[in-house]
């Protein structure tokens, strides 16, 4: 089997082995393809896997075009500036790391009508670091009340990354007031259903407290340049 395939299907076996023991099947995987050239993409794509996660803009919506014919999912996880909403709204079928209100109206009023809503997750910031991406928790609920009365936008959860410390038992526990705040939310609004979080060192330890969705670059593509 070639190395791409064989790193594949390690992460689907510690995926689907972490989902059954979690008791919660439907675990999703976003592959991280950013630097990843569209050719990667496409041969992933090949053995089924139809979403994808870009951090940078240009970069994605050059691959998004190269690769339109295959119909994959494109999520955008990297960091939205202002002036970039129109480019997003247009090329992509998630964003999830909205993080800030004045993000809400642009991304609605440029998101086509002839395409479905704009699935949207709000980024926390969970352990508070300083220069980080993300909301500070206490801003969840006032973002997700604007996200859901927007037109063209579709709220589905949160997004997170915690802080990358050696020690799992913090991150564990990271994982679990996130999955605490997600449930807050879907008490709220019912229709919320993806909390993302877990990458490649870390994922069997999110899906076991929570995750719906798993975000993975290196652990699939090898490490990055
Ligand atoms: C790069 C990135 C990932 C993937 O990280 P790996 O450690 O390579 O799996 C996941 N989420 C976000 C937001 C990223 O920027």
Known sequence: MNPQRQALEAVLQTLNKAASAAGRPAVRLLAVSKTQPASAVATLASWGQRAYGENYVQEAVAKIGALRELDLEWHL?????SNKCREVAENFD???????AR???????????????????I???????AGKSGCAPGEIAALSRAVTSAPRLRLR????IPEPTPDFSRRRRTFQQLRAWFD??????????TLSMGMSEDF????????TMVRIGSALFGPRS
């Open 157 to 160: 959860g949160l997004m997170a």
């Open 123 to 129: 980024q926390v910031n969970p352990d508070g670091e």
């Open 77 to 81: 996880i990297g960091h939205l500036q």
């Open 94 to 100: 998630w964003v999830q790391s909205l993080d800030r």
């Open 103 to 121: 993000l809400i109206e642009p991304l609605s009023r440029y998101r086509p009508d002839t395409r479905p809503p704009l699935n949207i997750l």
């Open 204 to 211: 069997a330890l999110a899906i076991a407290e929570g995750a």
């Open 184 to 193: 807050e939310l879907r008490g709220e609004f019912p229709d919320v259903d």
